[in-house]
Structures are given as C-alpha cells and as structure tokens.
C-alpha cells in the first residue's frame, strides 16, 4: 500500500513537472522576442569643430573627432568647404585625420593660411574621400558633426 502511494505521488510530480515545460518553453520565446526587436547599436563617426584661433599663418582650426563605428579606421581625411562672411565659398580643401581608433577622441589641428578666423561663418563636411578600415561609404554615412563655437559645423 505504502508502495502503491509512493509511486502514484512520483507519478503526479512527473507529470506535473511535465506540465510546465511546455509555459516554460513559451516564457523563454516571449522573453527572447523583445531583443529580437531592439534596433542595433548605432554607429557614429563624431566630429566637433572645437576652436578657431588666429595664427601667424593664419587661423588655427581645432577639431574633436571620435569613432564610434564598429571598425578602427586606419586613415581618414575629410573635404571641407569654409564660406566667408558674405556666405560665400571661400576655399574647399582636404584635411588629413590620420586614424582613428575605437572610442578614443583624437584632437586634431590644421593651421589654415590666408584665412582669418573671423570671416569664417560656416564649415561644411563634403565628403570623406579617404575613410581605410570601415566598409565604403560608412564612414559618411556614420558622420554626425556638432560645433562648440557659434560657427556653424555640418556634416
């Protein structure tokens, strides 16, 4: 009797245990399905117009540029086009970022010959003609620009 007891009650635990298996099978999917509808980190190529600063040459262009993408870049240079006061293209040239590593600000200085300071009114970022490491075209895409002075920054 006590034989019969002792098996009927492991009986029921089994498949009371057997019972649950299948809601806990479908916790672990709708836990798993909200990940699935996370957006991806998002990559950005951070680069800040920090300063501008007369020079004897000129004026002395300072920028803050860090790699937020999914890959070290090995060379970048970027094509700015500086306009002047009058809003008009003053001189478009190419700047040579070297590298950039992963999450690691890098400042950068161009000292910038016949142009004062005080007539630039704007910079913008054309193009990413050198970009060694990411993938083609990431390196523009990713580009997110800002300015810490009034002079306006845009990528």
């Not at 700047?95 to 016949?114: I, S, T, Y």
Request: charged share 20%; glycine share 4%.
């Amino acid at each position: 009797m006590l034989t019969k007891t002792i098996l009927a009650l492991a009986a029921s635990g089994l498949f009371a245990a057997a019972s649950c298996v299948p809601a806990l099978a479908q916790d672990a999917n709708a836990a798993a399905a909200p990940a699935s509808t996370v957006p991806a980190a998002v990559h950005k190529l951070n680069v800040e117009l920090n300063a501008l600063a007369p020079s004897q040459k000129g004026c002395m262009m300072t920028f803050v540029a860090e790699n937020d993408m999914a890959t070290p870049i090995n060379k970048i240079s970027f094509e700015l086009a500086f306009f002047n006061d009058k809003n008009a293209v003053d001189r478009v040239t190419v700047l040579d970022f070297r590298d950039l590593p992963l999450g690691k600000k890098r400042v950068r200085q161009f000292d910038m010959p016949g142009v004062k300071c005080e007539t630039v009114s704007r910079i913008i970022i054309n193009d990413t003609p050198v970009c060694d490491g990411p993938a083609a075209g990431e390196c523009k895409a990713a580009l997110t620009t800002r300015s810490q002075i009034s002079v306006p920054f845009e990528g």
